[in-house]
């Protein structure tokens, strides 16, 4: 299986101040690296403010890198024309968080699932075919088509927003937090929907969300982000070695009593991205924290199990322990 969607030592600053005050460099996003295979799910989690969706709006060039490089389909996206960006951007879409101010509330349905074609200067076939088409593929009514957004439920909403992103036949849809302002019944029908979809259409997805339980559920990777800096990457299955990826995972909601775990308290300040910290910056909050966290920033390394941990002190799981043991006999 090919690789879709690979990015290389990623970075965003944005400067602040200048002239009459001082000037001052915010780090976003700090080297990122990771590839994403065709048909598969890369889910990026952590906390608010970690830069996942900064991360998303440099992978479809909404904004540009400070350094790195973003390769779509094998083409630098850096080395294309202004007119070229543009009709690449067909295949990639996005599929916003808040399905309330998504969609132009002076836009019908129909209006809002035809925009796609006249930004990018595409005449539709058949409008109201088309257009009746993509409500049947999200599970709506076509009656819909002439409603307005204030008309809609926020899942109604939301289902036109994911049939606007597919208007276009895209291979890559960046879904940045699409079910967090959803009640949870509506969130488990918008996952379903969104995995009949990617079996149906072929779909490669990269998945934002904060919730490591969702993630895991419904993604085939896992990408845990701290501070703009990438601390885990590991399959969906595999057991946390990051202390942060540990901890998000133990304060996610488990139905099933019997299987809860003890939730694991952070304390202490998250650093500035104004003034990133020499060592690791989640020593002030890490129960494994030394004197070498503090001093030197830990690489991102590959573990016994093959997942790639940023710690210099990372947990050793029952899988983990297990290739161990294997590779020493």
Not at 186 to 211: C, K, M, N, P
Not at 267 to 273: A, F, L, M, N, R
Request: a positive charge; hydrophobic letters at 40%; glycine letters at 6%.
């Amino acid at each position: 299986m090919s690789d879709l969607l690979t990015v290389s030592g990623l970075s965003r600053r944005f400067v602040d101040g200048g002239l009459l005050r001082k000037r001052k460099v915010f780090h976003a996003v700090s080297d990122v690296s990771f590839n994403l295979k065709r048909g598969q799910i890369l889910g990026v989690v952590g906390e608010s403010g970690c830069g996942k969706s900064t991360l998303a709006r440099l992978v479809l060039r909404l904004i540009s890198p400070s350094d790195g490089q973003v390769t779509f389909d094998g083409v630098d996206m850096a080395s294309l024309s202004r007119a070229d960006l543009r009709s690449l951007r067909q295949r990639m879409q996005l599929v916003f968080q808040d399905p309330y101010s998504a969609i132009d509330p002076r836009y019908s349905v129909r209006d809002a699932l035809l925009e796609p074609f006249r930004v990018q200067g595409v005449k539709a076939k058949a409008p109201d075919e088309t257009v009746a088409s993509l409500l049947d593929m999200v599970g709506l009514n076509t009656s819909l088509a002439q409603s307005y957004p204030h008309q809609l439920s926020g899942g109604q909403k939301q289902r036109v927003g994911i049939a606007r992103a597919l208007a276009l036949n895209p291979s890559l849809v960046v879904l940045d937090e699409p079910t967090a302002s959803l009640d949870v019944s509506v969130q488990a029908q918008i996952v379903s929907l969104l995995e009949r979809l990617r079996q149906d259409l072929g779909l490669t997805y990269l998945f934002i969300s904060h919730d490591l339980g969702l993630v895991r559920y419904f993604c085939d990777q896992v990408l845990v982000m701290y501070l703009g800096r990438v601390v885990e990457m590991m399959p969906s299955d595999a057991e946390p070695a990051h202390p942060y990826t540990r901890a998000l995972l133990d304060s996610t909601f488990e139905p099933d009593p019997r299987q809860r775990r003890a939730i694991t308290r952070l304390s202490g300040e998250v650093p500035s991205g104004y003034d990133l910290p020499a060592g690791c910056a989640f020593a002030n909050r890490c129960p494994r924290v030394s004197d070498l966290c503090r001093r030197t920033l830990p690489p991102l390394s590959v573990q016994a199990n093959g997942q790639q941990v940023a710690c210099h002190h990372p947990l050793v799981s029952a899988t983990a322990e297990t290739a161990e043991r294997r590779s020493v006999a």
